[in-house]
């Protein structure tokens, strides 16, 4: 009968039950397909844009998912422990926007030359990439990302700041306000570039014309 107790007593004790504790399983994202419904830019402007590797800081330049909760330390940023991205958010980003700006719109090899007339290069700096809790159970998603346009004679930059409310107060709910986030900028991008390409082109033009 003591031996009985004595059995009862330690399975009762945490850490020290004869059955293994098991931690639920690590779940890894990415950014799923782009949207259908994002608006392809002109082929003309595809074709003149070479999209560099979106660079990041160090504390994001990893695969881990970022929340904020603003209302309790806006200052400290925490990763989820169950969740992760299947690479650096700046690695998704920078593939979403090669799948939306291609190099070519023919898909043809283009010889590039470092000051070949009409070809811009794109580089961009993610400054922030996470879901943001301003309460309990209501978060959004946020991306923020400096962008900068160069060409010949040319350099332009803009911050881009994208917002998507989360549908769920949890990893799953962050990942689709990203993914939102993502194809909007990837869409706002290309309508900036081709803006920038109009009136770069115009200018030519004008000055042609002197």
């Known amino acids: 009968m003591k031996q009985l107790t004595a059995v009862i ?4 004790l945490p850490g020290c039950g004869l059955i293994p504790h098991r931690e639920p399983p690590k779940t890894d994202f990415d950014l799923g ?23 990041a800081p160090a504390w ?14 806006s200052a400290s940023p925490l990763p989820y422990a169950r969740s992760e991205w299947v690479m650096s958010p700046a690695a998704l980003l920078t593939e979403r926007l090669r799948a939306s700006l291609s190099d070519s719109g023919d898909g043809e090899m283009r010889q590039v030359g470092a000051r070949t007339t009409g070809v811009y290069a794109l580089r961009a700096e993610l400054a922030e990439f996470e879901q943001v809790f301003d309460h309990p159970g ?3 998603g946020v991306i923020r990302l400096r962008a ?10 803009r911050t881009f700041v994208i917002e998507k409310p989360a549908r769920s107060a949890d990893a799953a709910g962050g990942v689709r306000a990203l993914m939102e986030c993502s194809d909007e900028l990837a869409e706002s991008i290309a309508e900036w570039l081709e803006t920038a390409q109009s009136n770069t082109r115009a200018l030519e033009s004008a000055s042609t014309v002197r």
Request: no cysteine; glycine share 6%; hydrophobic share 30%.
């Open 9 to 12: 007593v330690l399975l009762g």
């Open 33 to 55: 397909p782009p949207a259908t419904n994002t608006r392809q830019p002109a082929s003309s402007a595809r074709a003149g844009v070479r999209i560099y590797d979106i660079t």
């Open 60 to 73: 994001i330049d990893n695969s881990s998912m970022y929340y904020r909760l603003v209302y309790r330390e």
């Open 138 to 140: 209501n978060s959004h």
């Open 148 to 157: 900068t346009l160069e060409g010949e004679d040319i350099r332009i930059q």
